[in-house]
């Protein structure tokens, strides 16, 4: 039941970030939904699918469908009062990837699938949403710049298998785990931290 909840907030804050970012490329309704829905589904479709969940999650609960239009519905309500647009799209993006990431590791673990391959795919259910979201809204994937993105996933669920050896009560694991990745991105964010770029201007013609 709470990581049901786990997913259920997740999926309202990446419906947010979704609708804010699809706002700002001054999408019709139609688009910001669309937006609004691939980025809260993305990732737990992708991860769906390779496990070989079928249908996959949100089209076996029809609360998901609800739960997306809801929070698009209310990001287009308050997008006007929110005086920092930039700011609240990273606060419930970030929001989402931590509490994305724990539902993509518990699903691998249903699955019985090796702890590396369930970090990997919470990593995906974390990212997948955002790629496709910015990649439609003609931008450069979070995930491919240079900002601290999945390897903030990478350590939660790290995170998360190491604290499975000293907690029995999974519900502390997914708060903590969560709030890794969370805080890591804040971090991040907050003191400019960045994996080092591969471009080398000196090679530049």
């Known amino acids: 039941m709470f990581i049901q909840i786990v997913d259920l907030l997740g999926t309202i804050a990446f419906a947010i970030s979704g609708a804010l970012i699809a706002m700002n490329k001054r999408m019709d309704p139609f688009g910001v939904l669309i937006i609004a829905f691939v980025t809260a589904v993305g990732g737990g479709t992708l991860r769906d699918v390779m496990i070989g969940i079928e249908p ?30 930039l700011k609240s799209l ?34 995906m259910t974390a990212c997948f949403g955002g790629v496709v979201r910015d990649t439609l809204c003609n931008e450069i994937p979070v995930i491919f710049r240079e900002e ?20 029995d009560n999974k519900n502390y694991l997914f708060i903590i785990a969560g709030l890794v990745v969370i805080i890591i991105r804040i971090i991040a964010v907050r003191f400019k931290i960045s994996l080092p770029s591969l471009y080398n201007s000196d090679k530049e013609s």
């Open 90 to 123: 990273f606060l419930f993006d970030t929001i989402g990837i931590g509490l994305y990431t724990v539902v993509g590791i518990e699903t691998g673990l249903v699955a019985g699938l090796h702890p590396i391959i369930c970090i990997a795919m919470g990593t």
């Open 148 to 167: 601290i993105y999945a390897t903030a996933c990478i350590l939660g669920g790290i995170t998360y298998f190491i604290l499975l050896h000293f907690f």
């Open 56 to 85: 996959v999650s949100w089209m076996r609960n029809i609360t998901f469908v609800y739960v997306i239009i809801g929070s698009a519905t209310f990001a287009v309500i308050i997008k006007n009062r929110i005086s920092y647009l």
